[in-house]
């Protein structure tokens, strides 16, 4: 008996931590943490402080987590309503919304203490300022009452990127604004790409997603116009900013060739769902391996190999 007790209640502790965990919606901070770090790597010309960069990405974690919370406290009511959402920890009554404040406060002083004790105050207050603007210009303003909720709305998103590189500069370059910049115009055809294969349950809901009021064939043009000033946007790190360097122009240019393709195969096909899972599902990827270029590249092992094969080839045409 007392042994089925105790097993009940380790049972019940890990749902409770399961249920927790579920109101921070983890997949979607991954994506933001590899933002954050390639920032961080050209910030510091491929030599990050390995302890900056945990205590960045913890905070950074942390941050994210807290809006997210707070966002699943204020949309409890939709989140009822939309198939995909019903089960999530606030709407299914495994969380209470006073229980998810009080928890997403927390997280929102730990991440703030952290950034500001071991990287630097601007670090901070930006990552408190994406909370901000997260909550009250997306969620409260403009995600049930505006078409451009994820254009204006995807600057919450960018902010990690600003993060980065004030922790390891204390300042802010117009290379981390370009940072900022291709996150920012990434996200329309990131959440577009989602939004037309979940449009029945965002008007079931009145949320004015872009596919609901303009339509799918509108919503294409968009995602193809974004796509293609997205990948522009990319290359202007290489030059006039010289941020970056061949090894970045490299992945970038594949990387965007196919997100392009992708944008067009959706344009001619609007109403095809599985194309618009695949520009979603390749979103996610483009970004991620992006910033990873963005990571390899400022290595110096990067720019002891290209210098090599530079010398190399020079020896050869000469």
């Not at 004790?117 to 930006?126: K, P, S, T, V």
């Not at 995600?143 to 709305?153: E, W």
């Amino acid at each position: 008996m007392i042994e089925t007790n105790v097993s009940r209640h380790h049972s019940t502790f890990l749902q409770v931590i399961q249920s927790y965990y579920q109101l921070t919606k983890p997949r979607i901070i991954p994506l933001l943490l590899i933002t954050t770090a390639g920032s961080m790597w050209i910030a510091a010309s491929g030599e990050v402080d390995p302890m900056l960069l945990l205590v960045t990405l913890t905070g950074g974690t942390l941050a994210a987590a807290s809006a997210q919370t707070i966002n699943c406290i204020y949309d409890r009511d939709i989140d009822y309503d939309m198939e995909r959402t019903r089960h999530r920890p606030i709407p299914s009554g495994r969380v209470q919304p006073r229980d998810a404040l009080i928890f997403a406060v927390v997280l929102g002083v730990i991440s703030f203490a952290l950034l500001s004790i071991f990287a630097n105050l601007l670090a901070a207050f930006l990552a408190m300022s994406g909370i901000v603007f997260y909550l009250l210009i997306y969620t409260h303003w403009l995600k049930r009452n505006s078409t451009q909720n994820i254009v204006i709305g995807g600057a919450a998103g960018a902010i990690p990127a600003l993060v980065g590189w004030a922790a390891v500069t204390g300042t802010l370059s117009p290379t981390a604004w370009l940072i900022f910049g291709i996150v920012f115009l990434w996200t329309p055809p990131h959440f577009w790409s989602l939004a037309l294969m979940i449009r029945d349950d965002y008007a079931k809901v009145g949320v004015p997603m872009l596919p609901v009021v303009a339509g799918e064939e509108a919503t294409v043009w968009q995602i193809w116009w974004y796509t293609l000033i997205t990948v522009a946007a990319t290359f202007l790190l290489v030059y006039p900013l010289h941020s970056v360097g061949i090894i970045y122009a490299t992945i970038a240019l594949c990387l965007g060739a196919v997100f392009i393709r992708k944008a067009w195969q959706l344009l001619q096909n609007p109403q095809d769902r599985s194309l618009a899972k695949g520009m979603f599902l390749y979103s996610i990827s483009y970004m991620m391996l992006l910033c990873l270029g963005m990571v390899i590249d400022s290595l110096p092992i990067s720019h002891r190999v290209v210098s090599f094969v530079g010398d190399k080839l020079h020896l050869l045409v000469g």
